[in-house]
């Protein structure tokens, strides 16, 4: 296993761990309340139908994990700075051995599919504006679902599973795929956002000995040239 690759394995198992951790010490169970009020208490309610729970999970890990590796002698897992979509492919980041691991955290409720990663400019800014800069990107996705608490008896969001992989695991000499969201009045092909399916990871998916920083640069350089 080359060096680069031995890092990212350390960095993927310490970050599991820590989330794991984390959701354990609430059953991996989380009750949303406001005001004492469970909002998932009524099951007709409108935040069940909408994107908003995935980025509530999103930031409890976020925030969480800043505090859970803010003393760690190895790294510490920091915020995205000006953490928007527009803004950055990432959610949070860290440092380890002179490498930029940038994790994004994405959710997925049982029953759907969560396959985006990010709009292919953001993550060609981010990934290929500093070329020296060596990078890993690390998709972080938790699995969740509704249910009844065992311990509070109440409505609850169930943490179910944690799946892990970096995009430099995947090889995308066949082409990629993407949809095409586009919120400009021209058309642009780079606002779409890259596609990442099981089926897609499976069908392509690197040795991770052999992963690569260069290759996964010159992927996504080509990716955002051919849109």
């Keep these: 296993m080359n060096q680069y690759a031995h890092h990212c394995r350390w960095v993927k198992d ?7 951790t984390i959701f ?15 909002l998932l ?8 139908s909408s994107t908003a729970l995935g980025f509530i999970i999103e930031e409890f890990l976020i925030s969480k994990l800043e505090v859970f590796t803010q003393d760690n002698k190895d ?25 930029l691991f940038m994790i994004n955290i994405k959710t997925e409720k049982n029953s759907s ?9 953001i993550l060609h800014n981010d990934y290929c504006s500093d070329k020296e800069q060596i990078k890993a990107y690390l998709v972080f996705k938790v699995y969740y679902k509704y249910g ?23 090889d995308f000499s066949a082409g990629h795929k993407q949809d095409y969201r ?27 000995q052999k992963i690569s920083y260069e290759i996964t640069y010159n992927f996504i350089q080509g990716i955002f040239e051919s849109c």
Excluded: M
């Excluded at 009844?148 to 799946?163: C, F, G, P, W, Y």
């Excluded at 586009?182 to 991770?208: A, M, T, Y």
């Design 14 to 20: 310490k970050i599991t761990e820590f989330a794991t």
């Design 24 to 38: 354990k010490v609430y059953g991996n169970e989380l009750v949303l309340k406001l005001e004492d009020y469970n």
């Design 41 to 48: 208490s009524n099951e007709n309610n409108c935040l069940e």
């Design 75 to 99: 790294f510490c897992i920091k915020r995205a700075i000006d953490n928007t979509a527009i803004n950055h492919s990432y959610d949070c980041y860290c440092k380890y051995k002179d490498i």
């Design 113 to 121: 599919n969560n396959n985006a990663i990010s709009a292919i400019n």
């Design 148 to 170: 009844l608490s065992r311990r509070k008896q109440e409505r609850a969001l169930i943490i179910q599973n944690i799946d892990t992989f970096y995009l430099e695991e995947i």
């Design 182 to 208: 586009n919120w400009s009045g021209v058309f642009k092909g780079q606002s779409g956002r890259l596609q990442i399916s099981k089926k897609f990871k499976q069908d392509n998916q690197v040795d991770f």
